[in-house]
């Protein structure tokens, strides 16, 4: 992750310093989480020091564009149950680990588990962030940049078929665009229109986090 290159943009939301929330807060802990050691992303004092950039960071604006709006030991410590239930070599551990947020808000919360959960899990990942209304309104660019980089792609929630995307998380971001207008068809039409078939049943989520508020529900 290229922190100082996010640094360098102005395409923030909010005035002055939060115009660089991503660059200084969010960025930093993304790649915190992808240098730890497999040690440190199992104790929950580490991960939640390695949050710190990014719980600092103030909420921004009314619509929340910036900030995280979790408390960082709080996440941290769902964070490290994760790990530990998904951190172990076993015998699909090449099969892609399936994880999908609801109610994702700006997206700050679900790049960090997807970034912890990259890292931790010992194959591949391929995640979803949903959420209320178009992706412009939730996540500016900066944002966006760190979701395609940690392999996650977005879907309006009134556009979200679960069975239907757990095809689609097969295929690569390239055809699973997370920009607009993408976000708002169901992935059975991005699908048709790719080229892409789908037979059978796809297997389900391995996580479903819904996330919104200072607490967490998790499948």
Same mark, same amino acid.
Request: net charge positive.
């Given at each position: ?28 802990? @993304? ?24 719980? #600092? #960071? ?61 890292? @931790? ?23 966006? @940049? ?52 789908? #037979? ?6 391995? @996580? ?12």
């Amino acid at each position: 992750v290229d922190c100082g290159l996010l640094g360098r943009t102005t395409s923030g939301y909010g005035s002055g310093p939060d115009k660089l929330s991503v660059a200084r807060g969010l960025c930093p802990t @993304i790649a915190g989480l992808e240098m730890a050691s497999c040690k440190q992303l199992l104790n929950v004092d580490n991960v939640a020091a390695i949050l710190a950039p990014a719980a #600092e #960071e103030r909420v921004c604006c009314k619509l929340k564009w910036a900030g995280l709006l979790h408390w960082p030991f709080e996440l941290a410590h769902v964070l490290v149950h994760l790990g530990q239930r998904f951190g172990k070599p076993h015998d699909n551990s090449q099969q892609a680990l399936r994880f999908v947020s609801t109610n994702s808000a700006n997206g700050w919360a679900t790049a960090i588990f997807a970034a912890y959960l990259r890292r @931790i899990y010992p194959g591949p990942f391929a995640g979803l962030a949903v959420n209320q209304g178009k992706s412009e309104w939730a996540q500016h660019r900066d944002t966006r @940049i760190l979701m395609r980089n940690l392999t996650l792609t977005y879907r309006s929630d009134v556009a979200f078929d679960p069975e239907a995307e757990l095809a689609f998380l097969s295929h690569s971001l390239a055809v699973r665009s997370s920009l607009m207008p993408a976000a708002a068809e169901t992935a059975s039409a991005l699908m048709h229109r790719s080229g892409v078939r789908w #037979e059978g049943t796809p297997p389900p989520f391995h @996580i479903c986090v819904r996330l919104g508020g200072p607490s967490f529900a998790i499948e």
